[in-house]
Each structure stands twice: as structure tokens, then as C-alpha cells.
């Protein structure tokens, strides 16, 4: 898989060399690119901002260095999605993560200051056969721009690429992959300051401890999260 990056702080993805995302990699995994947005500007002071055009606060991110951006980190792809993370997005959730890990050539586009201008995402939308456009919210918030939002979906994206993750099998008991959420869970010793670890977890009976956490994954769902039982 292949991941470019168009950031005007390439320095905040440097913790993408650590931890199973850099194993990855390091392995030849995954081919993470960064690129600095102000190296596609033409002006003095590399300027890749401007007011808004009718007017308001803020600053608004200028069409021209995106465009040569993309078309930079474009060039030759024909399969490729690109993500502009925005608190005006869909909501990023597990299957869109899923559908990121088995896309070949994924570009990220980190906004900031009131964002982009629409007309990026406009025109690179007009081009299918190279590219296909996401808008993608991390949540129901607002961050100070795409690139903490863009670490979290390579991570999410990033550890279902197959040999990612060293226990494939560990992938599918999480939350959200069932659409629920995730059962608690236990380890040694039985009985901690007084808390003891669920009996039926010791009991050895396969399918009691597999009903056993199906319960708790629906009443956990139920008491939190009770919009994911609705859809
Ligand atoms: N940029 C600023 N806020 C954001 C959010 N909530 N999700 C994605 N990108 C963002």
C-alpha cells in the first residue's frame, strides 16, 4: 500500500517510524510518503493561505499549491482515494477503514486554518479514472486541522493491511468490527485488591465464556452506545 501525505507541518508525522505502523514500514509494508504543501508554492514566503472570499474570519487554504500537489502525488495512479479530513465530513468508522485498507493508493490532504478551498476537492473529483474522493470526519468536533485525523485513519486503516497485525485473529474480536462494542477483558492474577476476575472466564467452557461475552458486548452497547443497535 501505498500513503502520500500533503501537510504543512511533515514533521508531526514522524511518529509513523514508531510503533506497528513503522515495523510496517520498515518491512516494506506500507510506503508512506510526506510531502511539505509549501514545496508546491511559487511565491515568496511559500504563502499557502488567503482571506476568505466573502469575507469572515480566518484563513482559507489557496487552490493552486493543492492542485500541484496532487497532481505531483498523482501522477501514474489510477486507483487511488484521496481523503480531505473535515469536521464536515462523514463520519469515520470501522468499514470505511476498512474499505482505506484495501485501497492500493491512498492520499491524504491535511487542511487547516477554515480549510480548503472547495474547489480542490471539487476538481479532483472530476477525475475518476485517477482518483476517488473522500470527505471524512473524525468526529463531532474540531481539531486544528487534518493531521491528527489523518494519523488516526493510517493507523486504523494501516493495522488491517494484512501482516500488519501479529495476531490476525485479534483483528476480529474488537469493537466495532461486529458493530458492537468490545467485551471486557481479563488476565492474571484471578483476584486483584479484592476484584476478582469473572468465575465463568475460568471455568473452561468454551461456548459459557463465548455467551458470556456476547452479553456483555450487548449490554455494554446498550448502556453506551445505544444509536450502533439502532441501524
Ligand atoms: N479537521 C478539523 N477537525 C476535524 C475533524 N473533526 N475530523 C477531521 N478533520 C478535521
Redesign the pocket.
Known sequence: MRIDVVTIFPEFFSVLDVSLVGKARAAGLIDIRVHDLRDFTHVRHRTVDDTPTGGGAGMVMKPEPWGEALDAVLEGTADAVVVF???A?ELFRQPIARELAETPHLVFCC?RYEGIDQRVVEHTATRPEVAAVRE????D???N??EV?VMAMIEAAGRLVPGMVGNPDSLVEESHEDGLLEYPSYTKPAVWRGLETPPVLLSGNHAAIAAWRREQQLERTRRIRPELLEG
Open positions: 479530513p473535515s469536521p465530513g487542511g471524512l470526519s473524525l468526529g468536533y474540531v481539531l486541522g487534518g485525523a
